[in-house]
């Protein structure tokens, strides 16, 4: 299995996502795993469920529990969309 796989197994990530990219930073102990959205999924809002179109996405980063001894730190390209509600 490859640190993609394993991570994306790890995490959980949603079939919606994959994970793009996985770094080990060990100067500062972490591990940067880089999720992104799959190609050609329609995006949803996540209030309601339904279909809506996406305007723009932002970078966002956060900690997940720990990898053995290193922080996990997850990055993704957020979209946010506009709900026809």
């Known amino acids: 299995m490859r640190d993609k796989e394993l991570y ?17 930073k060990e100067p500062t102990g972490e591990v940067e795993v880089f999720v992104e959205r799959k190609p050609g999924v329609q995006q ?7 279909a ?9 980063r956060w900690r997940h529990l720990d990898t ?10 957020v979209p946010r969309v506009q709900c026809k509600k």
Do not use: F, M, N
């Open 44 to 50: 949803t809002c996540p209030i309601c469920g339904d």
């Open 68 to 77: 053995c001894e290193y922080k996990t730190i997850l990055v993704a390209d």
């Open 8 to 24: 994306a197994q790890i995490l959980g990530i949603h079939k919606s996502w994959r994970v793009a990219d996985v770094e080990l």
């Open 52 to 60: 809506s179109s996406g305007y723009d996405k932002r970078r966002r």
